[in-house]
Structure formats: C-alpha cells, structure tokens
C-alpha cells in the first residue's frame, strides 16, 4: 500500500519561507505525476502544483513565481519550497499523486500578518 507522509509545515510571518517535504513509500516515483494541493478553512481543496514524470511543472496562478515544487526520485521525495508567503496561503497542504488516488494526511502552514 503507497503511503505519502508529508512534514514541514509550521507558521511562518508574511514575507517568509518555507520548505514542504512528502515522503513516498512503495512506489517509484519517477513513474508517476506528482502534486500538492491545499485546503484553508472553510474552502474547496484546490491544486497548487504539479509536477510530471518528466519533470514539467504546472503552479496555480496564485502561487506562481513564488513556489517551486520538486521531486528527488533517489530520497522519495517530493517537495514544495515556499517563498513570499502570504496570509492567503494559510491552508494544510496535501500531497497527491492522481492516477492512484492516494492523499497523504497534510501538513499545516500558517502565515501570519
């Protein structure tokens, strides 16, 4: 059974940075799209990004510029660097991967004013 284990959430002030860590089990991941998503309270889980087999990658518009996803296939990881953050990204980020539908548990980031 694939399991996605993510850390690295915290809260962090406006301006500041954060790095978001998904550790895959049972997979290779270098076969498979990859994702974070994230859901603030009170609203529908959205994507932030993805990140293909082949290494392309797809952003939100909202995070764009300022978010960078990546995956290192020999750790089994997949990680989002956040920079610039901002109170509107306040939410718990999920990672993702579609064609196996699996969700791991989230992390929760918090931005503060």
């Known amino acids: 059974q694939v399991q996605l284990v993510e850390s690295g959430g915290g809260v962090v002030q406006a301006g500041g940075s954060l790095r978001l860590s998904c550790v895959a089990s049972r997979i290779t991941m270098s076969l498979y799209t990859m994702a974070w998503y994230r859901q603030a309270p009170g609203k529908q889980r959205e994507l932030v990004a993805t990140?293909?087999?082949?290494?392309?990658?797809n952003y939100a518009n909202s995070v764009k510029g300022r978010f960078t996803i990546s995956t290192d296939n020999v750790k089994k990881m997949l990680d989002l660097q956040m920079n610039n953050l901002k109170p509107e990204d306040t939410a718990v980020y999920y990672c993702y991967i579609p064609i196996l539908n699996t969700w791991g548990r989230g992390t929760q980031v918090t931005v503060s004013s």
């Open positions: 990140i293909d087999n082949s290494g392309r990658t």
